[in-house]
Protein backbone atom coordinates (compact mmCIF):
# COMPACT_ATOMS: atom_id res chain seq x y z
CA UNK A 1 0.00 0.00 0.00
CA UNK A 2 1.53 3.72 -0.87
CA UNK A 3 1.53 6.53 1.50
CA UNK A 4 1.95 10.04 1.55
CA UNK A 5 5.35 11.10 1.39
CA UNK A 6 6.68 12.45 4.63
CA UNK A 7 3.92 11.08 6.43
CA UNK A 8 4.15 9.52 9.58
CA UNK A 9 5.13 9.90 13.67
CA UNK A 10 7.51 12.86 14.47
CA UNK A 11 10.79 11.54 14.73
CA UNK A 12 9.21 8.14 15.29
CA UNK A 13 6.72 9.12 17.81
CA UNK A 14 7.62 9.95 21.17
CA UNK A 15 8.46 7.71 23.92
CA UNK A 16 5.79 6.51 26.21
CA UNK A 17 6.96 7.86 29.47
CA UNK A 18 6.60 11.71 27.31
CA UNK A 19 3.14 10.46 26.24
CA UNK A 20 0.71 13.62 27.28
CA UNK A 21 -0.86 12.59 30.52
CA UNK A 22 -4.50 13.39 29.28
CA UNK A 23 -6.11 10.05 27.67
CA UNK A 24 -6.74 11.04 23.63
CA UNK A 25 -8.97 9.41 21.32
CA UNK A 26 -8.50 10.42 18.03
CA UNK A 27 -12.38 10.26 15.84
CA UNK A 28 -11.20 9.22 12.43
CA UNK A 29 -12.38 7.24 9.43
CA UNK A 30 -10.87 6.39 6.17
CA UNK A 31 -14.73 7.73 4.33
CA UNK A 32 -16.19 10.71 5.03
CA UNK A 33 -19.90 11.28 5.30
CA UNK A 34 -20.24 8.04 8.67
CA UNK A 35 -20.85 11.02 11.32
CA UNK A 36 -17.47 11.42 12.55
CA UNK A 37 -18.48 14.53 13.89
CA UNK A 38 -21.98 13.37 15.36
CA UNK A 39 -19.91 10.39 17.18
CA UNK A 40 -17.27 12.49 18.80
CA UNK A 41 -19.31 15.21 19.50
CA UNK A 42 -22.76 13.43 21.51
CA UNK A 43 -19.40 11.11 23.03
CA UNK A 44 -18.48 13.89 24.50
CA UNK A 45 -21.08 15.20 25.77
CA UNK A 46 -22.27 12.18 27.40
CA UNK A 47 -18.63 11.30 28.73
CA UNK A 48 -18.93 15.33 30.39
CA UNK A 49 -22.42 14.66 31.68
CA UNK A 50 -20.55 11.29 33.31
CA UNK A 51 -17.86 13.59 35.19
CA UNK A 52 -15.25 13.58 33.22
CA UNK A 53 -13.49 16.66 32.56
CA UNK A 54 -13.55 16.36 28.64
CA UNK A 55 -12.08 18.33 25.79
CA UNK A 56 -13.18 18.38 22.02
CA UNK A 57 -10.93 19.30 19.48
CA UNK A 58 -11.79 20.24 16.06
CA UNK A 59 -8.42 19.39 14.08
CA UNK A 60 -10.31 18.72 10.49
CA UNK A 61 -8.80 21.82 8.26
CA UNK A 62 -12.50 22.56 7.22
CA UNK A 63 -13.70 23.03 10.84
CA UNK A 64 -15.89 20.29 11.00
CA UNK A 65 -17.10 20.56 14.74
CA UNK A 66 -17.56 24.50 14.42
CA UNK A 67 -19.85 24.18 11.51
CA UNK A 68 -22.19 21.22 13.79
CA UNK A 69 -22.45 24.25 16.36
CA UNK A 70 -23.23 27.91 16.62
CA UNK A 71 -21.37 30.26 14.58
CA UNK A 72 -19.15 31.90 17.81
CA UNK A 73 -17.04 28.71 17.62
CA UNK A 74 -16.17 28.70 13.93
CA UNK A 75 -15.44 32.55 14.79
CA UNK A 76 -13.56 31.42 17.40
CA UNK A 77 -9.64 31.48 17.91
CA UNK A 78 -7.96 28.22 18.38
CA UNK A 79 -6.20 25.26 17.48
CA UNK A 80 -4.67 27.20 14.69
CA UNK A 81 -3.31 30.13 16.78
CA UNK A 82 -1.85 27.78 19.34
CA UNK A 83 0.40 25.90 16.52
CA UNK A 84 1.35 28.96 14.14
CA UNK A 85 1.00 31.88 16.47
CA UNK A 86 1.78 30.32 19.57
CA UNK A 87 -1.56 31.30 21.48
CA UNK A 88 -1.64 29.54 24.69
CA UNK A 89 -4.40 26.57 24.46
CA UNK A 90 -6.45 27.92 27.87
CA UNK A 91 -6.62 31.60 26.15
CA UNK A 92 -8.93 29.60 23.05
CA UNK A 93 -10.75 27.24 25.12
CA UNK A 94 -14.32 27.37 24.99
CA UNK A 95 -16.12 26.37 28.13
CA UNK A 96 -19.52 25.14 27.51
CA UNK A 97 -22.68 25.43 29.74
CA UNK A 98 -22.43 21.76 30.16
CA UNK A 99 -19.40 22.20 33.03
CA UNK A 100 -17.25 19.18 32.27
CA UNK A 101 -17.23 20.12 28.53
CA UNK A 102 -15.01 22.31 26.50
CA UNK A 103 -14.16 23.12 22.97
CA UNK A 104 -10.95 23.53 21.51
CA UNK A 105 -12.19 24.74 17.81
CA UNK A 106 -10.07 25.12 15.00
CA UNK A 107 -9.48 28.70 14.39
CA UNK A 108 -9.62 30.85 11.40
CA UNK A 109 -7.54 29.05 9.02
CA UNK A 110 -6.98 30.27 5.41
CA UNK A 111 -5.88 28.80 2.64
CA UNK A 112 -2.16 30.73 2.92
CA UNK A 113 -1.58 28.84 5.95
CA UNK A 114 -2.86 25.21 5.00
CA UNK A 115 0.40 23.95 4.68
CA UNK A 116 1.67 25.20 7.64
CA UNK A 117 -0.61 24.15 9.72
CA UNK A 118 -0.77 20.42 8.57
CA UNK A 119 3.05 20.70 9.20
CA UNK A 120 2.72 22.24 12.25
CA UNK A 121 0.20 18.74 13.50
CA UNK A 122 2.24 16.55 11.96
CA UNK A 123 5.66 17.37 13.24
CA UNK A 124 4.74 17.07 17.02
CA UNK A 125 3.45 20.72 18.10
CA UNK A 126 0.16 18.79 18.66
CA UNK A 127 1.64 17.05 21.12
CA UNK A 128 2.71 20.17 23.02
CA UNK A 129 -0.87 21.82 23.14
CA UNK A 130 -2.23 18.56 24.77
CA UNK A 131 0.67 18.82 27.46
CA UNK A 132 -0.25 21.98 28.06
CA UNK A 133 -3.55 20.70 29.25
CA UNK A 134 -2.56 18.33 31.97
CA UNK A 135 -4.12 18.46 34.53
CA UNK A 136 -7.39 20.65 33.50
CA UNK A 137 -8.62 17.63 31.33
CA UNK A 138 -9.18 13.58 31.83
CA UNK A 139 -9.77 13.47 28.49
CA UNK A 140 -9.80 14.99 24.88
CA UNK A 141 -11.15 13.63 21.21
CA UNK A 142 -9.98 15.09 18.61
CA UNK A 143 -12.13 15.01 15.43
CA UNK A 144 -10.21 14.57 12.30
CA UNK A 145 -10.83 15.36 8.43
CA UNK A 146 -12.55 12.64 6.45
CA UNK A 147 -9.68 9.82 5.18
CA UNK A 148 -5.93 9.60 5.92
CA UNK A 149 -4.14 13.19 4.87
CA UNK A 150 -1.84 14.81 7.05
CA UNK A 151 -3.94 16.24 9.59
CA UNK A 152 -5.43 13.14 10.55
CA UNK A 153 -2.07 11.17 10.38
CA UNK A 154 -0.67 13.97 12.68
CA UNK A 155 -4.22 13.95 15.39
CA UNK A 156 -3.67 9.86 15.49
CA UNK A 157 -0.07 10.15 16.37
CA UNK A 158 -1.07 12.12 19.03
CA UNK A 159 -3.35 9.57 20.32
CA UNK A 160 -3.49 6.46 22.84
CA UNK A 161 -6.37 5.44 21.22
CA UNK A 162 -8.68 5.64 17.88
CA UNK A 163 -12.36 5.87 17.36
CA UNK A 164 -13.68 4.87 14.01
CA UNK A 165 -17.16 5.12 13.25
CA UNK A 166 -18.53 2.78 10.47
CA UNK A 167 -21.34 3.49 8.43
CA UNK A 168 -23.99 0.25 8.15
CA UNK A 169 -23.89 0.85 4.40
CA UNK A 170 -21.24 -1.38 1.68
CA UNK A 171 -18.58 1.26 1.08
CA UNK A 172 -18.04 2.10 4.53
CA UNK A 173 -17.38 -1.59 5.62
CA UNK A 174 -15.33 -2.32 2.12
CA UNK A 175 -13.07 0.79 3.43
CA UNK A 176 -11.99 -0.25 6.78
CA UNK A 177 -8.80 -3.03 6.29
CA UNK A 178 -7.59 0.08 4.65
CA UNK A 179 -7.65 2.14 8.07
CA UNK A 180 -6.44 -1.23 9.80
CA UNK A 181 -3.39 -1.11 7.78
CA UNK A 182 -2.42 2.65 8.37
CA UNK A 183 -3.00 1.99 11.96
CA UNK A 184 -0.52 -1.14 11.59
CA UNK A 185 1.86 1.01 9.51
CA UNK A 186 1.75 4.11 11.83
CA UNK A 187 2.44 1.71 14.84
CA UNK A 188 5.32 0.26 13.09
CA UNK A 189 7.12 3.58 13.02
CA UNK A 190 6.31 4.43 16.82
CA UNK A 191 3.08 5.70 16.89
CA UNK A 192 1.23 4.13 20.35
CA UNK A 193 -2.47 4.52 18.94
CA UNK A 194 -4.21 1.63 18.94
CA UNK A 195 -7.94 0.77 18.00
CA UNK A 196 -10.36 1.48 21.02
CA UNK A 197 -13.32 0.04 18.85
CA UNK A 198 -15.33 0.61 15.94
CA UNK A 199 -18.86 2.49 16.38
CA UNK A 200 -21.41 1.07 13.63
CA UNK A 201 -22.97 4.17 12.59
CA UNK A 202 -26.08 5.60 10.92
CA UNK A 203 -27.59 1.67 11.05
CA UNK A 204 -31.23 1.16 9.47
CA UNK A 205 -32.84 -1.51 11.03
CA UNK A 206 -35.41 -1.52 8.79
CA UNK A 207 -32.89 -2.00 5.33
CA UNK A 208 -31.71 -5.30 5.31
CA UNK A 209 -28.58 -3.84 3.44
CA UNK A 210 -27.49 -2.47 6.46
CA UNK A 211 -28.24 -4.41 8.72
CA UNK A 212 -26.00 -6.52 6.86
CA UNK A 213 -23.04 -4.56 7.19
CA UNK A 214 -23.84 -4.68 11.07
CA UNK A 215 -24.29 -8.04 10.73
CA UNK A 216 -21.00 -9.05 8.99
CA UNK A 217 -19.13 -6.48 11.15
CA UNK A 218 -20.35 -8.41 14.39
CA UNK A 219 -19.19 -11.95 12.46
CA UNK A 220 -15.90 -10.17 11.16
CA UNK A 221 -14.36 -8.79 14.48
CA UNK A 222 -14.50 -9.58 18.29
CA UNK A 223 -16.97 -8.56 19.87
CA UNK A 224 -14.02 -6.37 22.26
CA UNK A 225 -13.67 -4.14 18.93
CA UNK A 226 -17.04 -3.26 18.51
CA UNK A 227 -18.02 -0.60 20.76
CA UNK A 228 -21.91 -1.07 21.55
CA UNK A 229 -24.57 0.32 21.12
CA UNK A 230 -24.85 0.76 17.46
CA UNK A 231 -25.69 4.55 16.47
CA UNK A 232 -29.06 4.48 14.40
CA UNK A 233 -29.79 7.08 11.27
CA UNK A 234 -32.23 9.28 13.30
CA UNK A 235 -34.02 12.56 12.05
CA UNK A 236 -32.80 14.20 15.56
CA UNK A 237 -29.04 14.24 14.63
CA UNK A 238 -30.30 17.05 11.76
CA UNK A 239 -32.51 18.78 14.40
CA UNK A 240 -29.65 18.96 17.08
CA UNK A 241 -27.36 20.59 13.75
CA UNK A 242 -29.34 22.53 13.02
CA UNK A 243 -29.78 23.89 16.58
CA UNK A 244 -26.27 24.11 17.36
CA UNK A 245 -26.14 21.89 20.43
CA UNK A 246 -25.62 17.86 20.96
CA UNK A 247 -28.82 15.75 20.79
CA UNK A 248 -28.85 15.39 24.38
CA UNK A 249 -29.68 18.90 24.29
CA UNK A 250 -31.82 19.62 21.86
CA UNK A 251 -35.03 19.45 24.54
CA UNK A 252 -35.72 19.26 28.10
CA UNK A 253 -36.27 15.89 27.54
CA UNK A 254 -33.51 14.42 25.18
CA UNK A 255 -34.81 12.03 22.26
CA UNK A 256 -34.44 8.40 23.09
CA UNK A 257 -31.55 7.93 20.70
CA UNK A 258 -29.36 10.36 23.54
CA UNK A 259 -28.97 7.25 25.59
CA UNK A 260 -26.75 4.95 22.79
CA UNK A 261 -24.64 7.88 23.79
CA UNK A 262 -24.78 7.73 27.78
CA UNK A 263 -24.20 3.52 26.45
CA UNK A 264 -20.91 4.31 24.63
CA UNK A 265 -19.73 6.08 26.98
CA UNK A 266 -19.93 3.16 29.44
CA UNK A 267 -18.08 1.68 27.01
CA UNK A 268 -15.13 3.72 26.11
CA UNK A 269 -15.32 4.15 30.09
CA UNK A 270 -14.52 0.78 30.99
CA UNK A 271 -12.08 0.58 28.37
CA UNK A 272 -9.71 3.33 28.85
CA UNK A 273 -10.00 2.70 32.62
CA UNK A 274 -11.08 5.88 33.32
CA UNK A 275 -10.89 6.18 37.60
CA UNK A 276 -12.30 8.71 39.73
CA UNK A 277 -9.60 10.86 41.67
CA UNK A 278 -8.59 8.59 44.39
CA UNK A 279 -8.66 5.91 42.18
CA UNK A 280 -11.80 3.60 43.68
CA UNK A 281 -15.23 3.77 42.66
CA UNK A 282 -18.07 4.35 44.95
CA UNK A 283 -20.68 7.04 45.90
CA UNK A 284 -20.20 10.05 44.69
CA UNK A 285 -20.44 13.59 46.72
CA UNK A 286 -24.08 15.05 47.39
CA UNK A 287 -24.63 17.21 50.16
CA UNK A 288 -21.28 19.30 51.14
Known amino acids: MGHAAGVGPPAGGLPASEQPQIITL ?128 GALCAASYLITPVQAEPVA ?16 RGAPVELLGVVISMLQEEDPHSRRVAEELWERFPRELILEPPVPRDPAFLHATAAGVP ?20 SVEARVRLQAEGGEDGPLPFVD
Not at 28 to 51: C, D, I, P
Not at 247 to 266: I, K, M, N, W, Y
Open 173 to 188: LRSLPQLLDWIGWLRE
Open 26 to 153: TNASQKGGVGKTTVALNLAFALAQRGWRTLIVDTDPQGALGLSLTPRVSAARGLVDCLLDGAAPLEVVIQTRVSQLAILPLGKLSIDRLVAYEEAVQDGRLYEVLTQLEGRYDLAILDTAAGFGATTV
Open 247 to 266: VGLLSRTPPEVARVFDQLAL
